[in-house]
């Protein structure tokens, strides 16, 4: 019994019942605050092309942390700035490296924060790459052993989860045994399962200064014309042990995550990458569009495709909106 019985508009009459009808809620416990931290003391440097987001160094982050905690976000993730780069990133497992020391000072002072860290080699390797090179090509193998000494490194400083974004094949079967190896059996693997080659990490690499010196990263990380191959991709991190798995980048890739939620029932996460917020940030800066509005109506949307976690730099302002309401 279509018009005039049926009248969509009804349910949309007024704030209260729109809130009644309402589908999708989203909440700062689905946030997940990215951080770059750098050696030094009292470093707040701003990212050119992404205002708002800063290099900190470990008091800074500490600082950091608190608040996001105290806004409600649950969880931050860690991105590192090494002193040095070398051939196959030796401050990324040192036990003073700049992650490890900023996980136990932020473990320290919000032990309640959870805290993830991104696990890779790029940001550590004079080259940029996330792979060991040997005579001139991607060694694989040869990464994973690295990537074993990172996580167990990262596991002893008391990071809850570690998220491998390397796209490297096998590595969280290595990662999860080398973990268990050591005792971290109880620690955690968010798998940056599927993670396309993307323009739209432009800004990031400024942020953690892992623009590759040559090449890029088409040979490892995915076409953005497959999705089949996702559910390939998400399938084999299940079969090795991921207890979460992402969808990278977001917004261009919200089909995918789609495809991604209905195919498996582990925690899924989306990560609203660096290029999406500057693209947010300079527009709404120029005055063309309400930043708040546009923020909001993005992260809804990544939990209506399907995420029950959303990697977002936008993750402060977000939860101060919602807390306004
Ligand atoms: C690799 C890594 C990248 C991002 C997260 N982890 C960059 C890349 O693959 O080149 C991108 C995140 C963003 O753009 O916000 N360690």
């Known amino acids: 019994m279509p018009f ?6 009804r349910l949309r009459a007024g704030a209260t019942l729109r809130r009644m009808v309402r589908e999708t809620q989203l909440a700062p416990d689905d946030f997940i605050y990215p951080l770059f931290v750098v050696h030094g003391q009292g470093v707040r440097r701003e990212i050119g092309s992404m205002p708002g987001v800063f290099n900190l160094s470990v008091d800074e982050a500490v600082a950091e942390a608190q608040e ?24 990324n497992f040192a036990p003073e490296g700049i992650v490890q020391q ?3 000072a932020i473990k320290k002072a919000v032990p309640e924060l959870v805290v993830i860290t991104d696990v890779c080699l790029c940001e550590y ?4 790459h996330c792979f060991v090179i040997r005579e001139g090509r991607f060694d694989n193998d040869a990464t994973l052993e690295i990537l074993g000494k990172v996580v167990v490194s990262h596991a002893q400083a008391g990071a809850d989860i570690v998220a491998p974004s390397g796209m490297v094949d096998g590595m969280i079967a290595t990662i999860r045994s080398a973990l268990d190896r050591e005792g971290f059996s109880m620690t955690g693997v968010m798998s940056y399962a599927v993670k396309y080659a993307s323009g739209f990490y432009g800004p990031f690499r400024e942020a953690a200064d892992s623009a590759p010196a040559f090449g890029d990263r088409h040979s490892y990380q995915m076409d953005p014309a497959n999705a089949r191959e996702a559910l390939r991709e998400a399938r084999l ?7 979460v798995l ?3 980048p977001g917004l261009p890739y919200l089909d995918v995550l789609r495809r991604v939620r209905e195919a ?3 925690p899924l996460a989306a990560y609203n990458v660096s290029g999406e917020y500057s693209m947010v940030k300079a527009a709404a800066l120029n005055g063309w569009l309400d930043e708040r509005r546009v923020v909001l109506e993005t992260l809804t949307a990544f939990k209506r495709a399907g995420a029950d976690l959303i990697l977002t730099y936008h993750a402060k302002d977000a939860a101060c909106w919602l807390r306004e309401g």
């Open 237 to 243: 991190d299940v079969e090795e042990g991921a207890d």
């Open 4 to 9: 005039p019985a049926q009248r969509m508009r």
């Open 102 to 104: 900023a996980i136990r």
């Open 264 to 266: 498996f029932d582990l």
């Open 125 to 128: 390797t004079d080259h940029g």
């Open 68 to 91: 996001v905690y105290g806004l409600g976000i649950p969880a931050v993730i860690l991105f590192g700035l090494p002193q040095h780069k070398d051939p196959i990133g030796l401050e």
């Open 246 to 248: 992402m969808v990278k």
